[in-house]
């Protein structure tokens, strides 16, 4: 799976900002809509939640002196001729711009420097929106696949299951944070692996 690291920041809903590691399900934090605004959206999953490892980061470095670490397969947002477009974070070059929080919206911010460093621990976690802001940078919560919408769709079930059991029992199905990688995107990775054309996963 593909995650960030142990110290990142995440923008919770009251503009605070909490290290993943202490991102809990059921917690509200900041996130990006469709069209790039900046929302509240719930965790109701961790796809990914192993402290103890370590894994290599690609880490982009912007004008504002700010920086962003992800695993190279991770989808972060960058501007484009359309707003926002997600591409993986090993794909990022400097001169192409990170969209990052900025008084409550989302402004450009150039990449000046892409280094890889190893780094200890690996969480991914997952929001209704499918995305949120780590270290004030606009990321999707998914990697691997090359669309943002393709991950949203293969998740939609389990979204309704949270709904669903949330509306009716009080708790989501999905109420237990497991460690290490979540067996519902796993089973789902090794799906498209086997049935998807390369162009959708990577």
């Known amino acids: 799976m593909n995650c960030f690291p142990s110290g990142t920041y995440v923008t919770m809903a009251d503009g605070k900002h909490k290290p993943i590691e202490t991102v809990h399900i059921g917690d509200v934090v900041k996130a990006?809509?469709?069209?790039?605004?900046?929302?509240?959206?719930?965790?109701?999953?961790?796809?990914?939640?192993?402290?103890?490892?370590?894994?290599?980061?690609?880490?982009?470095?912007?004008?504002?002196?700010k920086r962003m670490r992800a695993t190279p397969a991770h989808l972060v947002a960058v501007k484009s001729s359309t707003g926002l477009q997600y591409k993986h974070a090993?794909?990022?070059?400097?001169?192409?711009?990170?969209?990052?929080?900025?008084?409550?919206?989302?402004?450009?911010?150039?990449?000046?420097?892409?280094?890889?460093?190893?780094?200890?621990?690996?969480?991914?976690?997952?929001?209704?929106?499918?995305?949120?802001?780590?270290d004030d940078a606009a990321a999707s919560c998914y990697a691997v696949v090359t669309k943002q919408w393709i991950a949203q769709w293969a998740l939609a079930p389990?979204?309704?299951?949270?709904?669903?059991?949330?509306?009716t029992m009080g708790v989501s199905a999905w109420g237990q944070q497991l460690d290490g990688v979540h067996w519902v995107p796993a089973a789902l990775w090794q799906l498209a692996e086997l049935a998807l054309p390369s162009v959708v996963v990577q």
């Not at 605004?37 to 912007?62: Q, W």
Request: charged share 20%.
């Open 32 to 65: 990006v809509d469709s069209e790039g605004g900046i929302v509240d959206s719930e965790v109701f999953m961790f796809l990914d939640n192993s402290p103890n490892v370590t894994a290599e980061y690609v880490v982009l470095v912007t004008s504002n002196g």
């Open 90 to 134: 090993s794909s990022v070059q400097t001169g192409e711009e990170l969209l990052m929080a900025v008084d409550g919206s989302l402004k450009p911010s150039t990449v000046v420097a892409v280094r890889r460093q190893h780094l200890r621990g690996a969480f991914a976690p997952l929001t209704l929106e499918g995305s949120l802001l780590v």
């Open 158 to 167: 389990a979204r309704l299951a949270h709904y669903a059991t949330k509306s």
